[in-house]
């Protein structure tokens, strides 16, 4: 007999009706349990599902506990599904969740990060992609019988009466067509426009337009995708229109189109469909058998998927990567209409349990003078974040991790980024817990006066009534550098600044500032920020950078104890695996600006000590940067938790004199 695996539900809804309806038919898996919040509604969902009263749960914890349940299928109201997903994950179990599988990408990243973390299987429940009409779909575009693909129309749209209390009108619990329908016609064009490289196809351009209701969801959404194989796509959905459920491809002879493509059986079997194809102008129609219903050949799918060992589904059924590509583009839809959702404003911003992993090594501090709280060895850099949803996933896990210290610049994101962390900072009332490191008077406005004037707004952004740490973003050689410490002083009087030093500046630059406060009795410069990585930067990466990885530098840090504050401490990704280090433009990419046959060389020793370590070159690249004989603090700029996760592999490590110097062939 063929294994099963063990299913529970969490919530006993509607869809969670067919996902069991569809195991029922599954040869394997099968449902073992329910949860709900109602005893009443677990209750009669297991009677009318076979389920055993015992396995009938009330508490989402309990269900997750169990050690029978191998899998489970998480149905409740979208908010919901990403926090009760990470539940379940971190308790070990395989996890189909129903679209959306988060709220924004950063959560479905999330997700996606936290299954690999623990080795269990991770599907965002997209039933239509299993159906055999999809499958046929696939061979008959991917044969090129058709030539290759040119446009995709791709609609799902309803017209439910408008009820304020109803979840797809409740902008609380994440209502509006685009997180209800629109991941349908969205992966839909993305599955279809990847045919070619049997891959989800990402969108180079989005523009859309849209209906705001009365209760402040999109009750209405078009948009228009481009992506960059010259494929485009139309998508449209809504809640409160009905305009028909369809997917038309057209292709260089011809064309598919589905009359019935998301929800064909969705209650019973048998879930036949037809296609209509074209080609060269003559038409006929292809009959489509499907003996079961719907969600059967999803749970099968899946089922059959867990049973091999696999982390998730492939092409054309979502894989986990697809969910977050999916994410990506719903996010930028909702934003092109004006639909900010639940989670993503100050006033409803959600912490999730469970982001990171148990047992991670724990960040190390540093107590600094005039600092009053402890400054973490690793900095999280905060030029990458532009929604407070996206920010509040990470930085909530910086802090988990034990990190204290961020930094911003007056020009990141144009000021969007000092926004979004001021928001983040007053919604969870840390702003006396944390160190933020605020830099300013970057070139063309690198003057005395744009100090202060600057300054006054990026407080204001951040919500601050001072910097504890101040970083002068660049230096201007033509100003007398008495000038800037004078206007640094200024502001150390007005109780706004409290240690300061300066980025992209010489050695000789700032003992000329030591020296000229010392001679005046002002506040000398404490810190250095330059590039200081295991790779020697080749070609800088914006003008005016300097990096301190040079025998002089070294020798003059060593020998003052000045203390250094790497900025791209990882060099970018230079120690990365090949894979992974073209995910930055071509033009400033690690190879880029760190190829050099030294840097080469040096790659290749932090692989060899890495080995034996049994890390990754890249926390070897990183912990040399935090084993220095000075003081040394790394900057960097994971963009999901799992990156966070991987950069404190470093922390457990504490390099010798002897292992910094032949890393950096020193030798």
Known sequence: MMQKVKWGIIGPGSIAGNFALGLAESEAGSLFAVASRSPERAHAFGKEFGVNADKCYTNYCDICADPEVDAIHIATPHPFHAPQALMAIRAGKHVSV?????????????????????????????????????????EILASGDLGAVQHIDATFGFAAGFNAESRLYDRALAGGGILDVGGYPVSAARMIAGIADQAFAEPTSIKAVGQIGQSGVDEVAHGLLSFANGVTARIACAVARDLGQSIHVTCEHGSVTLRNPWVPGREVGPADTVLEIVKDGATHQEDIAAPKMLFAYEAEAASRAIIAGASGCSYPAMSPEGSVGNAQVLDAWRREVGYQVVGEDAATIRMLAGVLPANNERMKTHEIDGVANPVSALIMGCDNRDTIAEGAIMWDAWMEAGGTTFDTAFVYGGGKHEQVLGEWIAARGVADDINVIVKGAHTPYCLPQAIGAQLDISLSRLGLDRAAIYIMHRDNLDVPVGEFVEAIARERDAGRIGVWGGSNWTTERFDEAVSYAKKHDLEPPKILNNNLSLAVMQKPVWDGCVTSNTPQTLEWLRKTGTMHLSWSSQARGYFLDEALRGRLPASIGPDVCYGSDTNEERRRRAGELAEKYNVAPHNIATAWVLSQSFPSFALIGPRSPGEIVSTLRS???????DEVAWLNLED
């Open 651 to 657: 922390m457990g490590l504490s390099l010798t004199d």
């Open 98 to 138: 129903e679209k959306p599988a988060g709220l924004n990408a950063a959560e479905v990243e999330a997700l996606r990060e936290a299954a690999a973390q623990e080795g269990v299987f991770f599907m965002e429940a997209y039933m239509y992609l299993h159906h055999p009409q999809i499958t046929r779909l696939n």
